[in-house]
């Protein structure tokens, strides 16, 4: 399956990341999709090559997914990797798609688990009516 | 799966390079992050043992300019070769757009090659992907061996090994001295990208 983005898609979808990253106080978002594709990014990802973080986070959640397997669980529905100065957390919207959320010392992991909770549900949704559209095209 | 982003004008696909053990999938991607300008590549990621083997794959990201209005940006990843690491194999075919298949010129890697290609095959059909329908470009390895001791197997056999019922355009190369890495290289992208508009730019715009 191939994805295509409309202008109006991708506003939404900075619209719902500006949103999330002003209420937690995470510095930067990206979503990307399963396959590595970097989608959309929001915030400040200057210094960081976010292409390469993509492919690598795809195959972190890849890898995560087989560990839940394994387990006996469908799969995990978020990570966290918690560094000195710098946290990630990743949640998975949908089958296709996840989300990257920085974040470091100025925030917490409470708050940021707590918005991103509730933007999850509008990409989810988002998404949903693209994956539709495009299957119906 | 290819993402296209009318908005900012993109287009990317995701081109993966499949192959036996120690085929020189790594070598191909190293050189070509090595001779080009940092300003159309992104970085070189590995994952890889202490030995140099690789363990889940290496990725590089490359610009290839514009095709029409589109920004054409390919994302190029190798598998490891190893059998016992299928699990990871499959993992990265996820949404894959072009394969590029590099065997093992080396006579003893024959039947490596031939099992590679099959596994490959099988790999993909997991993924919903057919062997015969994706773009798919085969190249012989290590052709910088003829002439030496060691013995190497000649392009008609690994042809009728091989290609013979694919029929995907082959380069032969030598990935450690840069020959053939990007005729392959270009010929995948045309492929992968002409399939992709063709699937995809052309609903896109009705």
């Given at each position: 399956?191939?994805?295509?983005?409309?202008?109006?898609?991708?506003?939404?979808?900075?619209?719902?990341l500006?949103t999330m990253l002003?209420s937690s106080?995470?510095?930067?978002a990206?979503?990307?999709?399963?396959?590595?594709?970097?989608?959309?990014?929001?915030?400040?990802?200057?210094?960081?090559?976010?292409?390469?973080?993509?492919?690598?986070?795809?195959?972190?959640?890849?890898?995560?997914?087989?560990?839940?397997?394994?387990?006996?669980?469908?799969?995990?529905?978020?990570?966290?990797?918690?560094?000195?100065?710098?946290?990630?957390?990743?949640?998975?919207?949908?089958?296709?798609?996840?989300?990257?959320?920085?974040?470091?010392?100025?925030?917490?992991?409470?708050?940021?688990?707590?918005r991103t909770?509730?933007v999850?549900?509008?990409?989810?949704?988002?998404?949903?009516?693209?994956?539709?559209?495009?299957?119906?095209? | 799966?290819?993402?296209?982003?009318?908005?900012?004008?993109?287009?990317?696909?995701?081109?993966?390079?499949?192959?036996?053990?120690?085929?020189?999938?790594?070598?191909?991607?190293?050189?070509?992050?090595?001779?080009?300008?940092?300003?159309?590549?992104?970085?070189?990621?590995?994952?890889?043992?202490?030995?140099?083997?690789?363990?889940?794959?290496?990725?590089?990201?490359?610009?290839?300019?514009?095709?029409?209005?589109?920004?054409?940006?390919?994302?190029?990843?190798?598998?490891?070769?190893?059998?016992?690491?299928?699990?990871?194999?499959?993992?990265?075919?996820?949404?894959?757009?072009?394969?590029?298949?590099?065997?093992?010129?080396?006579?003893?890697?024959?039947?490596?090659?031939?099992?590679?290609?099959?596994?490959?095959?099988?790999?993909?059909?997991?993924?919903?992907?057919?062997?015969?329908?994706?773009?798919?470009?085969?190249?012989?390895?290590?052709?910088?061996?003829?002439?030496?001791?060691?013995?190497?197997?000649?392009?008609?056999?690994?042809?009728?090994?091989?290609?013979?019922?694919?029929?995907?355009?082959?380069?032969?190369?030598?990935?450690?001295?840069?020959?053939?890495?990007?005729?392959?290289?270009?010929?995948?992208?045309?492929?992968?990208?002409?399939?992709?508009?063709?699937?995809?730019?052309?609903?896109?715009?009705?």
């Amino acid at each position: 399956m191939n994805i295509i983005l409309s202008d109006q898609d991708i506003v939404r979808i900075e619209k719902s990341l500006d949103t999330m990253l002003s209420s937690s106080g995470a510095h930067c978002a990206l979503l990307i999709d399963r396959s590595g594709q970097l989608i959309s990014s929001s915030g400040d990802p200057s210094t960081l090559d976010v292409i390469a973080l993509s492919a690598l986070t795809a195959a972190n959640f890849g890898a995560t997914s087989e560990i839940a397997r394994l387990l006996g669980e469908d799969e995990f529905a978020l990570l966290f990797h918690k560094g000195k100065n710098e946290n990630v957390h990743f949640s998975k919207i949908g089958t296709e798609f996840i989300m990257v959320t920085l974040f470091d010392d100025r925030t917490t992991l409470g708050l940021v688990r707590l918005r991103t909770e509730k933007v999850v549900h509008e990409l989810r949704t988002i998404f949903t009516e693209i994956i539709e559209r495009n299957k119906g095209e | 799966m290819a993402f296209i982003n009318f908005s900012s004008g993109e287009i990317q696909c995701k081109i993966i390079y499949y192959g036996p053990g120690l085929g020189g999938k790594t070598t191909n991607l190293r050189y070509i992050y090595d001779t080009t300008n940092d300003n159309i590549r992104g970085q070189l990621v590995s994952i890889d043992t202490k030995g140099d083997r690789t363990l889940f794959f290496d990725f590089l990201s490359l610009d290839l300019g514009k095709i029409r209005d589109y920004t054409i940006r390919v994302q190029l990843y190798t598998v490891p070769g190893q059998v016992h690491y299928d699990a990871t194999r499959k993992l990265v075919l996820r949404g894959a757009d072009g394969i590029v298949f590099v065997a093992d010129s080396m006579r003893v890697q024959r039947e490596k090659n031939i099992e590679s290609l099959e596994n490959m095959a099988i790999n993909l059909k997991e993924k919903g992907l057919d062997i015969t329908k994706i773009p798919l470009v085969v190249q012989y390895n290590k052709r910088d061996l003829e002439g030496s001791n060691i013995p190497v197997l000649t392009i008609d056999e690994m042809e009728r090994d091989l290609n013979a019922h694919l029929k995907a355009p082959f380069f032969t190369a030598s990935a450690l001295k840069g020959d053939g890495v990007f005729g392959t290289l270009r010929e995948i992208s045309k492929l992968t990208v002409r399939d992709v508009s063709r699937k995809v730019l052309a609903k896109g715009q009705q």
